[in-house]
């Protein structure tokens, strides 16, 4: 299983706010940024949030990171249907000397 | 702008070998990193490996160790990935992904479109 915990899905109807957690420990989370990824139906991975809260030019304030502790959260307000896709957690991890990820969470928009 | 093409899909017989390059061009290609991320049907991302495109120096992660190489050719811009003795769990999709760096928190930015490697029995 994966070393970031997220919860296998989420969903919520257009125009809502929703979150997705991802747990770590002091290894990874506790010490390092975390970074988010969204990936569409049958697409590469893109990158979403770095650094904890930074969103890369073209990503809509809609979306939001943060982090505590050992754990962050990706927030997305404003639901659209073209939100639909899988996201990804991941930090560096000090003990295991690489990148970890989260199992990723398959966001629906119903 | 950045771009990041990887090779075309590989069908492989159990215990082989395969190696998927990685051509990058509108940057310094020396000056990032890359890594490699793979993703087995339905399940989540799993980091393999960094290469410095600079040095050359190589970090795998601790599961793959021993079977996998990240090699880098400075004259063509260009990655690889060489994984050895293929088992039916290494079926997956193999992407090339080069870092990002903010203050020296790294990330990964540029995204190759992924290579399907299918192990077959």
């Known amino acids: 299983q994966s070393v970031l915990t997220q919860p296998p899905s989420a969903s919520g109807t257009p125009g809502q706010r929703v979150t997705i957690s991802c747990s770590g420990s002091s290894s990874n989370i506790g010490r390092n940024a975390v970074n988010w990824y969204w990936q569409p139906p049958g697409a590469a991975p893109k990158l979403l949030i770095y650094?904890?809260?930074q969103r890369p030019s073209g990503v809509p304030d809609r979306f939001s990171g943060s982090k505590s502790g050992t754990s962050a959260s990706l927030a997305i307000s404003g639901l659209q249907s073209d939100d639909e896709a899988d996201y990804h957690c991941?930090?560096?991890?000090?003990?295991?000397?690489?990148?970890?990820f989260g199992g990723g969470t398959k966001l629906t928009v119903l | 702008q950045v771009q990041v093409v990887q090779s075309g899909a590989e069908v492989k017989n159990l215990g082989a070998s395969v190696t998927v390059s990685c051509k990058t061009s509108g940057y310094d290609f020396t000056y990032y990193g890359l890594s490699w991320v793979r993703q087995a049907p339905g399940l989540g991302l799993e980091w393999m490996g960094w290469i410095s495109a600079y040095s050359g120096d190589t970090n795998y992660a601790q599961k793959l160790q021993g079977r996998v190489t990240l090699t880098r050719d400075t004259s063509t811009s260009t990655a690889y990935m060489e994984l050895r003795n293929l088992r039916s769990d290494d079926t997956a999709l193999y992407y090339c992904v080069r870092e990002g760096d903010n203050n020296r928190n790294y990330y990964f930015k540029h995204w190759g479109q992924g290579t399907l490697v299918t192990v077959s029995s």
């Open positions: 991941s930090a560096w991890d000090d003990s295991l000397n690489g990148w970890v």
């Open positions: 650094t904890n809260d």
